[in-house]
């Protein structure tokens, strides 16, 4: 676990669990809260734990109709 609240793909993709691949992949499609600092992708924790709990509140609720 990074010191900063800012992670790198590495740092992020251990905390989610993930391959680093498919951070790259989310993170570039924009479906991961993420900016670029020159050519690496930064991910900040706060926005990081706010779209898992958005996550976590589609699931409990369903498809959108």
């Known amino acids: 676990m990074p010191e900063t ?12 669990r993930m391959q680093p691949v ?6 570039k499609a924009g ?3 993420g900016f670029k600092v020159g050519a690496n992708w930064r991910f900040k924790k706060a926005t990081i734990d706010g779209w898992i709990a958005e ?11």
């Open 31 to 33: 479906k991961l809260p």
């Open 55 to 65: 996550q976590e509140d589609q699931e409990r609720s369903g498809p959108q109709r």
């Open 22 to 27: 498919t951070i790259y992949k989310h993170a």
């Open 5 to 16: 609240n800012i992670f790198t793909v590495q740092e992020l993709a251990d905390y989610l």
